[in-house]
């Protein structure tokens, strides 16, 4: 009698497993895209962090904070994979690194 109840809950059992694993592995699963987002919003944080930092080295800081303060910016928008704000603030380190006579 019990192994005709086991033999009957197989298939949902496995059914069940299989969607389970199929719902994690898929590549445009939920994770995913979850995992995607995550990365997304804590490189955008750092690149607002990065940015917010440069300008109170701008306002307060020594020209070489803020030269330092422009290249963490334009790295930070690098990990982001955001071309266009990276060339952007290259741009900016570039000026404000060349006020100190820093070569670039």
């Not at 995992?35 to 300008?55: G, P, Q, V």
């Amino acid at each position: 009698m019990m192994t005709s109840t086991l033999r009957s809950e197989t298939p949902f059992v496995a059914l069940l497993l299989t969607l389970i694993f199929a719902q994690g592995c898929h590549p445009g699963g939920g994770r995913d895209q979850q995992l995607r987002d995550a990365r997304t919003a804590a490189a955008e944080r750092a690149a607002s962090d990065a940015i917010a930092e440069y300008k109170l080295a701008k306002r307060d800081g020594h020209k070489v904070d803020t030269c330092l303060s422009a290249g963490k910016v334009a790295e930070a928008f690098l990990r982001a994979s955001d071309e266009a704000q990276h060339k952007t603030w290259k741009r900016a380190e570039e000026r404000d690194c060349k006020t100190i006579g820093f070569p670039f």
